[in-house]
């Protein structure tokens, strides 16, 4: 019976990723490119089921030279990306990050990435703990 119980518990946790402080990042993921490509961007929601704001101010991987946070925005009819400074989690909201809207762009790919791999990305916060986030590569036609 405890080991079904230890089962269960593991299996709700699956694609969520948590730090102390009530944060947590689901369904993270990698957006597969192209080979020869060196930039992507990666999405996920980031919860905030603490008390107090959290300021994301930055984003780093192992896998780029550069990470930044960016977001969509419509000019005279044309799309733009770009980089925003900060965004702010207030107590029990939540920041999806999703295809036209915010995201994080991972810049100069240090090497190929492929479906179904996993790799890290850190979050930081202004007025909370980092949240370390485990996305997983998704090919554009899955």
């Known amino acids: 019976m405890r080991y079904l119980l230890v089962c269960i518990a593991i299996c709700v946790n699956i694609g969520t990723v948590s730090a102390g402080g009530g944060l947590r990042a689901e369904s993270a ?11 992507t961007a990666a ?22 030279a550069r990470a930044e946070i960016h977001g969509h925005s419509h000019h005279k009819g044309v799309m733009r990306m770009r980089r925003v400074p900060a965004l702010e989690l207030a107590p029990e909201s ?12 991972l810049f100069g790919l240090k090497g190929k990435i492929s479906d179904s791999e996993h790799y890290p990305l850190t979050l930081y ?11 997983e590569v998704r090919s554009p036609l899955r």
């Open 29 to 39: 993921y990698i957006r597969e490119m192209p080979p020869g490509q060196r930039v």
């Open 94 to 105: 939540s920041l999806v990050m999703a295809p036209g809207g915010y995201h994080v762009m």
């Open 125 to 135: 916060f202004e007025g909370c703990p980092e949240l370390a986030v485990d996305a």
């Open 43 to 64: 999405f996920m929601t980031v919860v905030n089921s603490g008390n107090q704001t959290c300021v994301l101010t930055g984003v780093s991987s192992p896998v780029a």
